[in-house]
C-alpha cells in the first residue's frame, strides 16, 4: 500500500504547481485552470487522509464526501468564471490579467 | 401629605416660572399675575406656619445613596427659617407688586423678569429652607443664576450685560470656597445635615480643620454677602432693574451669607467658630463697612449709593457674626431688609418719575413733587442711619453693644464712625436730591408715583418704623428666642446719637447751603481724596489691571501654548502626518496587478500557517 506521505507530497506538488500558475501566468483563463489544479490537490490529500483514516481497508466517507462537495463548488466556480472570462473579452477584447487595473486608478 | 406642605415653597415659584417662561412668554400680564399669585400664596403659608399651623416633618427626598451616606434632600422647619421666609417672601411679594408699576411701559419681556424672579423666590427659598448643606449649595448657585439673569435684563445694555457677567464670576470665587468648605465640613462631621452637626461636634472640635472648614464656608459668604474683597460685584449690580435691586442685591439675597453663617453657629454650636475664624469673619466684615461707607460718601448715583450703604450694612452684619452675636446679626438683617428694599423701591420709584435719571445732581426739589414717596424714603434713611424709634436703631445698637459685651474696642470704634459716615452720606443724598429747586427738565416734571409703587413703599414705610420694636421684634426676628432689649442710657446709645449728630451736621454744613444746593456738581468733587473715593479706591481698576489684563493674559498665554502646541499641533497635525505616512508606504502594495496581490494573499497564508506551526 502507497505510503500517505507519497500521496501528500503528491497533493503538494499539484498545489504549488497551481499556485505557481496563478501567479505567473497572465491570461485568466490559464489562471482558472491553475485555480482549478490548486483545488485538485487539495481534494487528493482529502481523499488519502480519508484512506489513512480507515481502517482494514475501509476509509472514512465523511472526507470523501467533502471531496465531492469540493468539486461541485469547482465546477460552479468554473462555469462563473468562464461567464466572466467570456464577458471580459468582449469588453476588452482579451483575457490578460494585467489589463485589469481599472479599479486601482 | 399634610406633612409636605412645605415643599410648596419650593414648588410654587418654581411652577410659576416655568409657566411664565414657557407658556405666557408672550403673555406678560398674564406672566406677573402667575408669579404674583404664587409669591403671595407662599407669604400666606408662611404666615399660616408661624402663626402656629403645625403639618409635622416634611419628609426628606433622597437623591442618590453612596455606600453608607446618603445624599438627602429636605426643608428644615424652625423658626430661624421660617421667620426668615417671612421675611424673603414679604418683601418678594411687595417687590412684585412694585415691579407692575415699575416696569409698565419697559418694552422689554414683562413675562422673562417675572419667570426670573419666580425663579429667585424659588433659590431662595432653598437656601433659607434647606436642611443640609446640600440644598443650601443648591439654591447658593440657583441665586446666583438668578441674579445673573436679572441683573442682565436689560442685556441689550453692554453695561447691564458686564454687570451681570461680574456678578457671575465673582461669585463664583466665592462659590469655590464654599464647595471646599462643604467638603471638609462633611469630612470633619460626617453629616452635612444641619440637625446632625452638634451631636458631631466632639470629634471636630480643636481640629485645625474646623477652622478652616468655617473659613471656606465663609468665602462663600464673602462672595454673596459681596464682602471685602469680592464686593466689587455689587455695586454693578445697580445695573438691573431696581426691583431686582431692591429683592435680590439689598433684602435678601445679599443677606443670605449671613444667614448662613448665623444657621451654622446655630446647628454646630458657638464653639465650633474658634477664635481665628471669627477675627477674620469680624476683620473682613469691620473693613467691608468701613470702605463702602467711605466709598458711598462721593457717589452720586442713586442706586450706588443705596448699593454701597448695603455693602456697608452687610459688613456690619458680618461683623455681628465674627462677634458670635448672631441675635445681633439677625436682628439687623431682618431691619435692614424692611428699610433697604424701602430705599430702593423709593429710589425706583423717583427713577422712573424722573424719566429714568439716576444721577442726584440733576434731581433736586423732589420734596414738592413727589411728597409721598419722598417721606418714605426718609423714613428709610432715619432707619438706615440709626435715627432713635427707627428700626434700624435698635438693631444698630445691638451690634454696637455687642461689640462692647466682647471688650472689642477697635471694633466699636469703627462701628461708630461708620455710623457717622452713614449718616453723612444719607444726608448729603436727601439733601441734593430733595431739596432746593429742580436743576433739570425732567426734575421739573415729576410727578407721584403711581398707586401700585406707592401701596408697597408705605407698607414698607410703616414696617421700617416699627419692626425694630420688641412687640413686632419678638415675633418676628429671624432668631429662635429673640428678644429685643430694652435701650440703656449707656455708651453706645450716645456714640451712635454722636454718630448721628456728627455725620448729619457735616453733611449739612458741606451741602446745605443754598448755593451748593443750586450747583450742578459735588463741590467736593475735585480733590484727590474725592477722586480716590470715585474711583471706588482703584480697587476695581486693580482687578481689571492686574487679575483680568495680567494673570489672567498669562494664562491665556499658558493655555494658547498649549492648545497651540500640544493639542493643534502634536494631536491634530501629527496624528494626520502619522495616518498619511503610513497610508503612503502601505499604498504602494495595492500595485494593481492581480498576480501581486495574488502572490501577497500566498505569502501571507504562508506566513500565517508558519507561525501556527511554530507555535504548537
Known amino acids: ?105 | 401629605m399634610m406633612q409636605n406642605l412645605p415643599w410648596l415653597f419650593l414648588v410654587l415659584p418654581l411652577v410659576a416660572a416655568a409657566v411664565d417662561w414657557l407658556i405666557l412668554a408672550r403673555r406678560p400680564w398674564a406672566a406677573a399675575s402667575v408669579s404674583i399669585i404664587s409669591v403671595i400664596t407662599t407669604l400666606m403659608l408662611c404666615i399660616a406656619y408661624l402663626c402656629g399651623m403645625q403639618t409635622g416633618t416634611p419628609s426628606n427626598y433622597v437623591w442618590f445613596p453612596v455606600q453608607d451616606f446618603d445624599l438627602s434632600l429636605g426643608l428644615l422647619m424652625d423658626a430661624l427659617s421660617m421667620k426668615m421666609m417671612l421675611v424673603v417672601t414679604g418683601i418678594g411679594a411687595l417687590v412684585h407688586i412694585f415691579s407692575l408699576g415699575y416696569m409698565k411701559g419697559d418694552p422689554s419681556n414683562h413675562s422673562r423678569y417675572f419667570a426670573g424672579l419666580s425663579i429667585f423666590m424659588f433659590s431662595m427659598s432653598c437656601i433659607v429652607l434647606a436642611n443640609s448643606l446640600i440644598l443650601t449649595f443648591i439654591g447658593w448657585e440657583m441665586v446666583g443664576f438668578s441674579s445673573y439673569l436679572l441683573i442682565g435684563h436689560w442685556y441689550h445694555k453692554d453695561s447691564a450685560a458686564d454687570a451681570a457677567k461680574k456678578a457671575f464670576i465673582t461669585n463664583r470665587v466665592g462659590d469655590f470656597g464654599f464647595l471646599i468648605g462643604i467638603l471638609l465640613t462633611l469630612g470633619l462631621f460626617g453629616t452635612l445635615h444641619y440637625a446632625d452637626m452638634a451631636g458631631h461636634m466632639k470629634v471636630a472640635e480643636g481640629s485645625p480643620v474646623l477652622t478652616a472648614a468655617i473659613l471656606c464656608l465663609f468665602c462663600g459668604a464673602v462672595g454673596k454677602s459681596a464682602q471685602f474683597p469680592l464686593h466689587v460685584w455689587l455695586p454693578d449690580a445697580m445695573e438691573g432693574p431696581t426691583p431686582v435691586s431692591a429683592l435680590i442685591h439689598a433684602a435678601t439675597m445679599v443677606a443670605a451669607g449671613v444667614y448662613m453663617l448665623v444657621r451654622l453657629q446655630v446647628s454646630m454650636g458657638l464653639v465650633a467658630f474658634t477664635e481665628t475664624a471669627c477675627c477674620v469673619i469680624a476683620s473682613v466684615g469691620a473693613i467691608t463697612a468701613l470702605l463702602s461707607a467711605l466709598m458711598a460718601t462721593q457717589q452720586d448715583d442713586i442706586k450706588r449709593v443705596l448699593a454701597y450703604s448695603t455693602l456697608s450694612q452687610l459688613g456690619y452684619m458680618m461683623m455681628a457674626v465674627g462677634l458670635l452675636a448672631g441675635q445681633a446679626a439677625m436682628f439687623h438683617l431682618y431691619t435692614h431688609a424692611w428699610f433697604k428694599a424701602l430705599l430702593f423701591l423709593a429710589a425706583g420709584a423717583i427713577i422712573v418719575c424722573c424719566h429714568h435719571e439716576q444721577d442726584i445732581w440733576k434731581m433736586g426739589g423732589l420734596r414738592k413733587k413727589m411728597p409721598v414717596t419722598v417721606l418714605c424714603f426718609l423714613a428709610g434713611t432715619c432707619a438706615l442711619i440709626a435715627v432713635p424709634g427707627f428700626s434700624g436703631f435698635f438693631s444698630k445698637e445691638s451690634i454696637l453693644e455687642a461689640a462692647l459685651e466682647r471688650n472689642n474696642v477697635p471694633l466699636f470704634v469703627l462701628g461708630v464712625v461708620v455710623a457717622a459716615l452713614t449718616t453723612f452720606y444719607m444726608v448729603r443724598l436727601c439733601l441734593i436730591a430733595f431739596c432746593g429747586h429742580a436743576r433739570t427738565h425732567e426734575a421739573e416734571q415729576a410727578q407721584e408715583a403711581a398707586p401700585t409703587m406707592l401701596v408697597p413703599l408705605l407698607i414698607l414705610a410703616v414696617l421700617a418704623i416699627i419692626s425694630g420694636y420688641g412687640f413686632v421684634a419678638d415675633q418676628l426676628v429671624p432668631y429662635g428666642g429673640f428678644h429685643a432689649a430694652d435701650t440703656e442710657w449707656g455708651v453706645t446709645l450716645f456714640a451712635g446719637l454722636g454718630a448721628l449728630i456728627v455725620g448729619g451736621g457735616l453733611a449739612w454744613l458741606l451741602y446745605g447751603k443754598p448755593g451748593t444746593l443750586a450747583g450742578k456738581t459735588d463741590p467736593l468733587g475735585a480733590n484727590p481724596v474725592s477722586r480716590a473715593l470715585r474711583q471706588r479706591l482703584y480697587i476695581d481698576a486693580f482687578y481689571d489691571h492686574v487679575l483680568v489684563g495680567g494673570v489672567q493674559r498669562w494664562f491665556t498665554c499658558l493655555v494658547s501654548c498649549l492648545d497651540d502646541g500640544i493639542i493643534r499641533r502634536l494631536i491634530g497635525q501629527g496624528l494626520a502626518l502619522l495616518t498619511a505616512w503610513v497610508g503612503r508606504l502601505l499604498g504602494r502594495i495595492q500595485g494593481g496587478s492581480l498576480r501581486g496581490y495574488t502572490l501577497l494573499t500566498s505569502l501571507g497564508v504562508l506566513v500565517l500557517m508558519l507561525i501556527l506551526i511554530l507555535l504548537f
Open chain 1, 1 to 105: 500500500m502507497t505510503p500517505l506521505s507519497h500521496y501528500l507530497i503528491f497533493s503538494a506538488l499539484l498545489f504549488s504547481v497551481g499556485l505557481g500558475g496563478a501567479i505567473i501566468r497572465r491570461n485568466v483563463l490559464v489562471v482558472l485552470m491553475c485555480l482549478e489544479l490548486m483545488l485538485t490537490g487539495a481534494n487528493v490529500s482529502l481523499v488519502a487522509f480519508s484512506r489513512a483514516q480507515g481502517l482494514e481497508g475501509v476509509p472514512v466517507y465523511d472526507a470523501q464526501v467533502l471531496a465531492l462537495f469540493v468539486m461541485a463548488i469547482a465546477a460552479a466556480e468554473v462555469a462563473v468564471g468562464l461567464a466572466l472570462i467570456v464577458a471580459m473579452f468582449r469588453a476588452r477584447r482579451g483575457v490578460e490579467s494585467t489589463s485589469l487595473t481599472s479599479l486601482k486608478d
